[in-house]
């Protein structure tokens, strides 16, 4: 008698007539046809499903092309930083303290100053040189003339000194403070200096 099934067919009855005696294991048999395979469970964990697929990043065709290197040759500059500001007013209580400090220590200055000068000037003879000279030219008989080493002798040059650094004092601070209202009053029609601010790098 001639067996008018397929080789599928025959491959599954004898599958199954070989697993009715013994014990074995069954073989993974194909299916017949129009039956649905079983799916098979994926031996790693359970990923759901995306609900956007992230697009893939397209391949770069060469992968040392995207690196970029510096070119030895080209002369990099320093970038600096530069911030305009304005000065929109100014302190007239804070303007006043720094010019009285200044004018004191310019008035101290003026006082060593004259000191100094007068010393190298008596050392190098220039008083009695001048005073005779002077005396000479205003002396007559009877009188010795105008006594310029008298006159111009160390303290009365000093005392000189210190009366006029103490005027500079306080016209200066008096000057500074004033400057400073007149400085107020113009930044508020023309909006004040404006200054460049530069870092240095």
Not at 53 to 75: D, I, L, M, N
Not at 125 to 135: A, K, L, N
Request: with cysteine; glycine share 8%; aromatic share 6%.
């Amino acid at each position: 008698m001639t067996d008018t099934r397929g080789p599928q067919t025959q491959q599954y009855a004898a599958g199954a007539g070989s697993a009715a005696p013994g014990a074995q294991p069954q073989q993974a048999v194909s299916p017949l046809p129009g039956e649905r395979q079983p799916e098979q469970q994926p031996s790693g964990p359970y990923h759901p499903p995306q609900a956007y697929q992230t697009p893939a990043a397209p391949a770069s065709p060469a992968s040392g092309s995207a690196v970029r290197r510096p070119r030895t040759g080209a002369r990099t500059t320093p970038r600096v930083r530069k911030a305009r500001l304005r000065v929109a007013k100014a302190d007239p209580w804070s303007v006043m303290k720094v010019s009285f400090l200044l004018s004191i220590a310019l008035g101290i200055c003026t006082i060593v100053a004259s000191a100094v000068l007068w010393m190298v000037m008596d050392a190098m003879g220039v008083f009695s040189t001048v005073g005779g000279t002077i005396s000479e030219a205003t002396g007559s008989n009877e009188s010795n003339g105008f006594d310029l080493q008298a006159f111009l002798s160390l303290p009365n040059v000093l005392m000189f000194t210190a009366i006029i650094a103490v005027i500079d004092v306080v016209l200066a601070t008096a000057l500074a403070t004033l400057g400073a209202f007149i400085y107020n009053l113009s930044a508020g029609f023309v909006g004040g200096v404006e200054l460049t601010l530069a870092e240095d790098e």
